[in-house]
């Protein structure tokens, strides 16, 4: 942790749209709480070579926890209102949340610590997690389509079925399936996660808060991100993402990639240099343009703003003023 000043920043100004809180006086926003974990539970959470610690959840994912608890509250009180004016009668749909950031920057053990302490806040809400992985076009159809080598980019998703996803558990279905990818494999499988009607679903992914396209004939069309009820953004300095995702790729070439099942068993029997040298490879051809194109353009429309230091913990946080 870092006791330096956060950055100054364009959407910093008195009328922008962010209000930025150095770590500390965000820490200092959590209210006495029973919502915490063990080390136990934070290890299996951790992803590779993330060193979140129990401070850290203690001073930023806690009140992060809890603002988004007020928000679901309060979404409540106005759902109950709107329906008592409109005359009807029927079931609150799940609140949904959107957390996205690039390859290697902590997103994903971002959405599990928030699907974590969310299931342990007042109340014990029903709290499911799925990543957009799930929805990428399998490797055959990258492949008749020409885009395997952009696995990642929003093209390399179908977002159509990955937004009737979201429309149907959204609308109150009683169950919804969702694919799911194999990193072990690198490709879709033939599994499913079954999301039944939870009271909150987040959504973890690249791009999850791309804006709609437009449409052929100029018309608007929608996004996933319309039916977020909140959504979060991790950042960091690109050069410290870029040495996070090598240094994974390293220590997964010394462990996972040993396994011969893995689709990346081949670079287990390579030298460091020669790993070293394809990771970078893939980042200058495939992640780090994805990050400048396509993934970092996205931040502004996050709610909250998660920014990392080069150690890797969250050094200040930008919130989206109501």
């Given at each position: 942790?870092?006791?330096?000043?956060?950055?100054?920043?364009?959407?910093?100004?008195?009328?922008?749209?962010?209000?930025?809180?150095?770590?500390?006086?965000?820490?200092?926003?959590?209210?006495?709480?029973?919502?915490?974990?063990?080390?136990?539970?934070?290890?299996?959470?951790?992803?590779?070579?993330?060193?979140?610690?129990?401070?850290?959840?203690?001073?930023?994912?806690?009140?992060?926890?809890?603002?988004?608890?007020?928000?679901?509250?309060?979404?409540?009180?106005?759902?109950?209102?709107?329906?008592?004016?409109?005359?009807?009668?029927?079931?609150?749909?799940?609140?949904?949340?959107?957390?996205?950031?690039?390859?290697?920057?902590?997103?994903?053990?971002?959405?599990?610590?928030?699907?974590?302490?969310?299931?342990?806040?007042?109340?014990?809400?029903?709290?499911?997690?799925?990543?957009?992985?799930?929805?990428?076009?399998?490797?055959?159809?990258?492949?008749?389509?020409?885009?395997?080598?952009?696995?990642?980019?929003?093209?390399?998703?179908?977002?159509?079925?990955?937004?009737?996803?979201?429309?149907?558990?959204?609308?109150?279905?009683?169950?919804?399936?969702?694919?799911?990818?194999?990193?072990?494999?690198?490709?879709?499988?033939?599994?499913?996660?079954?999301?039944?009607?939870?009271?909150?679903?987040?959504?973890?992914?690249?791009?999850?808060?791309?804006?709609?396209?437009?449409?052929?004939?100029?018309?608007?069309?929608?996004?996933?991100?319309?039916?977020?009820?909140?959504?979060?953004?991790?950042?960091?300095?690109?050069?410290?993402?870029?040495?996070?995702?090598?240094?994974?790729?390293?220590?997964?070439?010394?462990?996972?990639?040993?396994?011969?099942?893995?689709?990346?068993?081949r670079f287990a029997t390579m030298d460091e240099a020669q790993a070293s040298?394809?990771?970078?490879?893939?980042?200058?051809?495939v992640n780090g343009p994805n990050l400048a194109l396509n993934v970092r353009?996205?931040?502004?429309?996050?709610?909250?703003?998660?920014?990392?230091?080069?150690?890797?913990?969250?050094?200040?946080?930008?919130?989206?003023?109501?």
């Amino acid at each position: 942790m870092t006791s330096a000043e956060p950055p100054v920043h364009e959407d910093d100004d008195p009328v922008g749209p962010y209000v930025c809180m150095a770590r500390q006086d965000w820490a200092d926003l959590a209210d006495n709480t029973d919502i915490d974990l063990d080390e136990e539970t934070l290890t299996r959470l951790r992803g590779l070579g993330d060193p979140t610690s129990q401070a850290e959840v203690e001073q930023v994912y806690v009140p992060l926890t809890q603002l988004i608890h007020l928000h679901m509250r309060h979404t409540g009180h106005l759902y109950r209102a709107s329906n008592a004016f409109l005359g009807l009668d029927v079931r609150r749909t799940p609140f949904v949340i959107g957390v996205a950031g690039s390859v290697a920057v902590g997103k994903s053990t971002t959405a599990r610590l928030l699907r974590e302490l969310l299931s342990r806040s007042p109340g014990r809400p029903k709290v499911s997690l799925i990543t957009t992985d799930g929805f990428l076009f399998s490797n055959a159809e990258l492949e008749r389509r020409g885009i395997l080598d952009r696995k990642g980019f929003p093209e390399s998703y179908d977002r159509r079925a990955l937004q009737q996803f979201v429309v149907d558990v959204k609308s109150g279905l009683k169950s919804v399936n969702a694919p799911v990818y194999s990193h072990m494999v690198y490709d879709v499988t033939d599994e499913v996660i079954t999301v039944k009607r939870p009271d909150i679903l987040i959504i973890e992914g690249l791009n999850v808060l791309q804006p709609a396209r437009r449409r052929a004939d100029g018309t608007q069309g929608l996004a996933v991100s319309d039916f977020f009820d909140f959504s979060v953004y991790v950042d960091a300095e690109t050069s410290d993402i870029r040495s996070w995702y090598l240094n994974r790729f390293l220590e997964l070439r010394r462990t996972a990639f040993t396994d011969p099942r893995s689709f990346f068993t081949r670079f287990a029997t390579m030298d460091e240099a020669q790993a070293s040298a394809f990771a970078n490879q893939v980042w200058d051809e495939v992640n780090g343009p994805n990050l400048a194109l396509n993934v970092r353009p996205t931040m502004g429309r996050a709610n909250v703003i998660l920014h990392k230091g080069s150690d890797h913990s969250v050094d200040h946080v930008r919130i989206r003023k109501i």
